[in-house]
């Protein structure tokens, strides 16, 4: 393909609007549209001309009035507005005004170590100032001061994360700070300074920035959650409030987006070596850039989201441009673009089924396998042997987890909790929803064979019992997955499966299992360090979000060790009693 590509352009100037299946896309989006997965718009364009545009959904719900987007309709674009303030920062430093040295100090010296943090520092988030939006009371603030040097004070009084250029931290204080030097060194606001360094240059008559003329937009789509049917996000008009600053405030259509970016890499913008300065290095997020992969091909854009999602890629190998908007999301905005751009580039993509189905397909062949068990193997079952279920359950769990992470691209294990891998139609959805069946299937087996046993040895059965709370929140999470409304009252019905162990260390009383009371504790004290750290959230709410993978995981070691440890129990006890 990447032949007829090359052949193409030498040959002529003839779009590439026949390479690109529209037809394919239109499904995808239709698909998308109708299983209520998103709301939004996208733009795909080459050569600065526009190959596919579709939107979905409507940008405005009021109970039964709905109206629906076109691609004219206005998205926030939050973060990506970093990178017009990027460009118009290297603007400034062509001009002379300005260098990738100069530090914060000539500007704001109220902010700690800002003689040693340079304007490189601030564009690539290597400063180390605090970032203002994860304190809500101060965000909240800043909305009602004017003056910048008040604003200035009011974010130097938190602890820098690090000392200037040690390490990497994502911060809107420093686009907030590089869009007052740009109305500084403009003499204008940042609107102005916008307009007159990009909208006008390149006619972009369809982007926005500022609180009151957006407000003004008529065809400016509103935020939604899907919760059985889309309903608006809560406060809205706060944010709405908040969107005037340079890291984030920019209102557009998404082909104004996509004629942005690739004026910006056509050197419409900034010099060749300006452009290469912006891409110098080789992390990730470069100087008001980001760098991703797809195949063989980089791409270079931004990404943005608050209470919506957007993105803004150009992949200078193919000269495409692919910019799209959400303002109603249930599956990952990633998960999205990654299958636009296999079909782009004619590779084959999975759209997981529909999850009623898949739910219905689970529990059929779920419960012919138990039929088959239960009757074809009732000598197994009745079986001691049985008790290696209390491994064989969380290794199956663990494994399928882990594989069902592979499943879904650029999962991150430290951040993402597990219950994101079975995100209704996600990649990885169907999947973990047959691993959470089969865990819930072996499971109720297990707990069948240790209250068999309890009965047998005469302990009490309640924290045998209790057990099932383990396989409850499993089918329910299979058979109700996000953002059904009872997905999360069963993923959090896991948290009760500590009740056995603990109704364990007062009801298991006799000398011969009295080791497990011990290890009871182990189980216990897992979950009690989980609950506790997601707890700390309101204190420290990044570490919370940079963590919750792994808080989440400690809380599924509990249950499944719990697991292992009455295996071990009962393996140990019917050695001491055989029948």
């Known amino acids: 393909m990447k032949y007829l590509f090359v052949f193409i352009a030498l040959i002529s100037s003839y779009t590439y609007a026949q390479n690109i299946n529209t037809e394919q896309l239109d499904s995808y989006f239709s698909s998308l549209e109708h299983r209520n997965e998103a709301m939004g718009s996208i733009a795909i364009s080459k050569n600065g001309k526009i190959l596919y545009s579709n939107a979905i959904g409507y940008k405005t719900i009021n109970g039964n009035d709905k109206e629906k987007s076109t691609t004219a309709t206005h998205y926030k674009i939050w973060s990506i507005t970093k990178t017009y303030t990027a460009v118009m920062i290297f603007q400034l430093i062509e001009e002379g005004k300005l260098s990738l040295d100069t530090t914060l100090n000539t500007f ?9 943090i340079t304007i490189r520092q601030m564009l690539c988030h290597r400063s180390g100032i605090f970032d203002y939006v994860n304190d809500i009371e101060k965000d909240i603030k800043l909305r009602d001061i004017q003056s ?44 102005t300074a916008l307009s007159n360094r990009i909208l006008s240059k390149l006619k972009l008559r369809n982007t926005y920035f500022g609180t009151q003329t957006v407000k003004n937009l008529k065809n400016i789509a509103n935020t939604y959650n899907f919760n059985g049917s889309w309903i608006p996000v809560d406060g809205e008009a706060d944010y709405n409030n908040h969107i005037e600053t340079a890291d984030g405030g920019i209102v557009a ?12 890499f056509d050197g419409k913008l900034i010099s060749e070596q300006g452009l290469s300065n912006m891409l110098e290095g080789n992390d990730s997020y470069r100087l008001g850039i980001m760098k991703t992969q797809f195949l063989d091909s980089e791409g270079f854009g931004h990404t943005g989201g608050w209470i919506s999602e957007s ?3 150009y992949y200078p190998k193919e000269e495409l441009t692919i910019a799209y908007a959400t303002n109603g999301i249930v599956i990952r905005k990633e998960e999205i673009l990654d299958n636009v751009l296999k079909i782009y580039h004619n590779k084959p993509f999975a759209v997981s089924m529909n999850r009623n189905v898949q739910g219905l397909v689970i529990l059929i062949i779920g419960l012919l396998c138990y039929s088959i ?26 494994i399928g987890s882990f594989i069902s992470g592979l499943l879904r691209e650029n999962y991150n294990y430290l951040s993402e909790p597990i219950t994101a891998l079975d995100a209704f ?18 499971s109720i087996l297990f707990f069948l064979i240790i209250y068999k046993n309890c009965k047998r040895h005469q302990i ?21 997955p996000f953002p059904n409304e009872l997905y999360s009252l069963f993923t959090n019905i896991i948290i009760l499966s500590a009740l056995s162990p603990i109704t364990a260390i007062f009801l298991w009383r006799k000398s011969q299992i009295y080791g497990i009371r011990r290890l009871a504790l182990l189980s216990i004290f897992l979950t009690i360090v989980s609950i506790c750290l997601i707890a700390i959230r309101s204190v420290d709410p990044e570490f919370v979000f940079n963590y919750m993978g792994i808080i989440q995981r400690i809380l599924y070691l509990g249950w499944s060790l719990w697991f292992v440890f009455l295996a071990l129990s009962f393996q140990n006890l019917n050695k001491k009693k055989p029948s």
Do not use: C, H
């Open 253 to 264: 259509t998404m082909e104004d987006m996509a004629l942005f970016i690739e004026a910006l």
């Open 108 to 116: 704001y010296p109220q902010i700690p170590n800002s003689k040693k």
């Open 460 to 480: 009490n059965v309640i924290p045998a019992m209790l057990l099932l709370f383990v396989p409850i929140a499993m089918i329910g999470a299979s058979l109700f």
């Open 373 to 398: 068990l239960r009757f074809r193997f009732s000598k197994v079952l009745t079986s001691r042997n049985l008790i290696y279920l209390g491994f064989i359950t969380p290794l199956i769990f663990w």
């Open 311 to 313: 993105s803004l890629f």
């Open 148 to 191: 910048k040097d008040s604003i200035a004070e009011l974010i130097g009084t938190f602890t820098p994360n690090f000392k200037p250029g040690e390490n990497f931290r994502y911060s809107n204080s420093n686009y907030l700070f590089l869009g007052y030097i740009i109305e500084t060194l403009d003499s204008v606001n940042f609107e």
């Open 425 to 442: 139609y996600s990649s990885s959805g169907t999947f973990m929803a047959s691993i959470q069946f089969t865990t819930a299937l072996l």
